[in-house]
């Protein structure tokens, strides 16, 4: 049962690390498909 609670602590903040990259990860391309838009808005509209 120690094994168990010890993997549940190391699973929190890697839990908590894995949603924060992903949530960087979708916010940088969101951005960079937004700046792209903006580009080719700029250049032929």
């Given amino acids: 049962m ?3 609670a010890i993997v549940n602590d190391g699973d ?4 908590l690390t894995m949603i924060g990259f992903v949530a960087v ?3 940088t391309v969101i951005l960079v498909f937004f ?3 903006y580009l080719i808005g700029r ?3």
Avoid: N, T, Y
């Fill in 2 to 4: 120690a094994e168990r």
């Fill in 12 to 15: 929190g903040p890697g839990f």
């Fill in 25 to 27: 990860l979708v916010a």
């Fill in 35 to 37: 700046g792209i838009g």
């Fill in 43 to 45: 250049v032929f509209l």
